[in-house]
């Protein structure tokens, strides 16, 4: 089946089924049946050095309204043994902050996923070391899918 200039084109070469769209983009409808047009991903990280503060401090604050499905895994990549302890935190307005989960002690190599059960707009990582002798390094992922 080719269809007009511009339009999409759809060929059976020995090999499958090829699907060309046009150039310009191609535009789905549907009645009645739930069309995903996009996926879009979030996958941020960072690397947190030097924690000694058995007090603890919060990490980057994210918005998650727009986000179906969000987590922060965080991995204890300290060189030495130091242990340390991480939380999720949520907020309806990015001032007020619940303790969702933990506090979860990773010791060094260990590796946690921190996932809210909880809808609020706002979502971070709080963390400290267990012994402020011991330096911690925390590698902090947030990854988020719409």
Known sequence: VTAPANGLMVTAPATGLAIT???TGLLITSTGLSVMSNLVTTDVSAVRGGI????????VTYNVLNL???????????TTIAPATVR????????SWLNETGPV???????TALVSSIFLKYAR?????????????LNIFFQGQT
């Open 105 to 111: 002690t990773l010791n060094t190599g260990d590796v």
């Open 88 to 95: 999720l935190q949520i907020s309806p307005d990015g001032t």
């Open 21 to 23: 769209p046009p150039s």
């Open 68 to 78: 179906r499905a969000w987590s922060f895994g965080v991995v204890n990549a300290s």
């Open 52 to 59: 000694t503060d058995t007090a603890g401090s919060p990490d």
């Open 125 to 137: 990582v709080y963390y400290a070391a267990v012994n402020a002798a011991s330096v911690v390094t």
